[in-house]
Nanobody, 122 residues
């Protein structure tokens, strides 16, 4: 599976962005996908995940109520809608895929996109 993330950019605090992760491969539907993020000097953080049926994992506490993960199996694409953005959301956002049934640890994800930078100005 090859992943291509897009949609990052510069946004003011309180604004919104939608990230997309386009996946290649015929078995898209069988993978679990997730978004991770990594800010400078910090460890990679799990944001949210979504299974093949659309069932989501719990969101990171820091984004709960503001971010929404979704997937379109017809378009082989996973999305992360980010609302009410804060300066602390500034990071490189990565999409990832795993053949594991359920995973929130980045080490259990086999496939990674190149990352897309989100910068939130205060």
């Amino acid at each position: 599976v090859q992943l291509q993330a897009s949609g990052g950019g510069l946004v003011q605090s309180g604004g919104s962005l939608r990230l997309s992760c386009a996946a290649s491969g015929r078995t898209f539907i069988t993978y679990m996908f997730a978004w991770f993020r990594q800010a400078p000097g910090r460890e990679r953080e799990f944001v949210a995940g979504i299974g093949f049926s659309g069932i989501t994992t719990p969101y990171a506490d820091s984004v709960k109520g503001r971010f929404t993960i979704s997937r379109d199996n017809d378009k082989n694409t996973v999305y992360l809608q980010m609302n009410s953005l804060k300066s602390e959301d500034t990071a490189i956002y990565y999409c990832a895929a795993t053949s594991n049934f359920y995973a929130t640890n980045y080490q259990r994800y086999q496939y990674w996109g190149q990352g897309t930078l989100v910068t939130v100005s205060s």
